[in-house]
């Protein structure tokens, strides 16, 4: 019985050596140490042995069960060392691509979306695109565009000066330093560098210490100015219905209102049809909450350039006797608002990507 242990044993030993993988070495367990393998049952069978043959026959059975466990332990080892090495090999990562999918780059923020599309409505009805300082003096800001000395916007409460390096800055002083507070000061800068006719659209930050649901105090606009012989209010209006549509729908109508603003005269202020509801009822009989129940939603400030505007610039071509135009303008953030539903003007600056990646 000893020699067919021995011959077990070694048959064993050489398939344990032989097993390519772990799973062919599994099979092997099985084969030779497994539950209805010969060794384990001559183990289980000692008992039924002639007495004289027992106690050899047990210990070379348990012997042979224990060199064999041992080199299968080994032999895994080894095994899982080796497909371990293989896996990484084939699974290897070139960390050097890019991830896929490929990480997204961004996109342009909702204001200057907003900024493009309303620079391309303009392009297309044949004005320019202008931009200019947003540090101003005061006579660019208030004095050339007709602002009285009394006027409430010069009040350092409603305009951001700049501190000279020594003393209080004088709001009344021409020269005086601020951060323009619209970009209505471009009109004049145009018009001092190019004779008529002049027709541009001026977007850019402006500030005003504001601070609430619908202002901040940085904010964008796009200032509006079209300067030539014949211009009037018809076509100021035409211009504007023509930019409602581009903007908010071709079925939008336009509305004008007597108002008033330093720079023009006549002037208006410019609504749009509401595009969420039916003369202020939404589909589902309720009062709209975009308009209010109003059935319009004010988009702009507009009007005449005022006769006192071209004196300012007169030598430069503008004679208002000669010369007429209009000029308008929107706040961007105000536009992207009503024609995205944001509630919170704020929104836009909180940089939160759960609201951003909307658009």
């Known amino acids: 019985m000893t020699e067919r242990i021995a011959d077990i044993r070694t048959e064993a030993e050489q398939a344990i050596a032989a097993a390519g993988d772990t799973e062919a070495l599994e099979n092997v367990r099985i084969q030779y140490l497994g539950r209805k393998a010969e060794l384990p049952n001559l183990l289980r069978n000692v008992a039924e042995l002639p007495p004289e043959e027992r106690a050899a026959t047990g210990k ?4 042979a069960r224990k060199a064999l466990e041992q080199a299968i332990e080994q032999r895994t080892r080894q095994l899982a060392a080796v497909e371990l090495d293989q896996r990484l090999e084939r699974d290897r990562v070139d960390v050097t691509l ?15 979306q907003t900024q493009r599309e309303l620079e391309d409505v303009f392009i ?22 007709n602002h009285a000395p009394t006027h409430p916007s010069r009040l350092m409460t409603d305009t951001f000066y ?6 209080e800055p004088d709001i009344f002083d021409p020269e005086a330093v601020l951060l323009r507070v619209h970009t209505s000061p471009m009109q004049i800068r145009a018009m001092e560098a190019q004779p008529p ?9 402006t500030y005003r210490p504001d601070n609430d649901a619908t202002h901040t105090p940085q904010f964008h606009q796009i200032e509006g100015l079209a300067v030539d012989t014949d211009i009037t209010l018809a076509d100021l209006q035409g211009t504007l219905l023509q930019f409602a549509r581009a903007i908010f729908g071709e079925q939008r109508q336009l ?13 208006v202020e410019a609504d749009v049809s509401c595009f969420n509801c039916t003369d202020g009822v939404t589909a ?3 009062r709209c909450p975009l308009c209010k129940g109003e059935g319009w939603l004010e988009i702009l400030g507009a009007g005449m350039v005022d006769p006192n505007v071209f004196e300012a610039v007169r030598e430069h071509g503008y004679d208002p006797e000669r010369v007429q135009g209009f000029a308008f303008g929107m706040g961007v ?23 951003l990646e909307q658009f």
């Open 98 to 112: 890019p991830g896929d999918p490929p990480a997204q780059v961004g996109r342009l923020h909702l204001i200057t």
């Open 333 to 355: 953030e105000r536009i992207a608002m009503l024609k995205h539903g944001v509630p919170d003007l704020r929104l836009l600056y909180d940089n939160d990507l759960r609201f």
């Open 162 to 167: 700049v501190k000279p390096a020594e003393g």
């Open 60 to 63: 070379a059975a348990n012997e």
């Open 284 to 286: 589902d009989g309720q």
């Open 124 to 145: 297309g009805l044949g004005f320019n695109v202008a931009e200019g300082p947003e540090v101003e003096t005061v006579y660019y800001n208030f004095d050339a565009l």
């Open 255 to 267: 509305r004008l209102r007597p108002h008033f603003f330093p720079f023009t005269e006549p002037s």
């Open 197 to 205: 006719p002049l027709y541009i659209v001026v977007p850019g930050r």
